[in-house]
Nanobody, 123 residues
Framework: QVQLVESGGGLVQAGGSLRLSCTAS????????MGWFRQLPGKEREFVAT????????YCADSVKGRFTISRDNAKNTVYLQMDSLKFEDTAVYYC????????????????WGQGTQVTVSS
């Protein structure tokens, strides 16, 4: 069992930055690929970024590529999402998720989810 807790959300002006963190319980964090997803108002949850168990492989959705960076610190059981050049359309609830396997973009492949953290970008 893995419990995930996100933090770092909040209100920011367009063009600004935020760093989300997701800390996992347990001693097997490095056994899980991690992902970030988001749910925009009135829309289905969508993929944002994912990182491999070692952190050597990572990729982001086209919509955030070049602006968002995913990273992890296995010693701290934490995965991060650095969000720069934020846009109004990045406003969403952001979720982290853990997958006992290689990286994936599809939500169905993830085993554990956090409760989400709200990010609001003002225009």
């Amino acid at each position: 069992q893995v419990q995930l807790v996100e933090s770092g959300g909040g209100l920011v002006q367009a063009g600004g930055s935020l760093r989300l963190s997701c800390t996992a319980s347990g001693r097997t964090f490095s056994s899980y690929s991690m992902g970030w997803f988001r749910q925009l108002p009135g829309k289905e949850r969508e993929f944002v970024a994912t990182i491999s168990r070692s952190g050597n492989t990572a990729y982001c959705a086209d919509s955030v590529k070049g602006r968002f960076t995913i990273s992890r610190d296995n010693a701290k059981n934490t995965v991060y999402l650095q969000m720069d050049s934020l846009k109004f359309e990045d406003t969403a609830v952001y979720y982290c998720a853990a997958r006992a396997g290689p990286t994936a973009q599809q939500q169905i492949h993830y085993d554990y989810w956090g409760q989400g953290t709200q990010v609001t970008v003002s225009s």
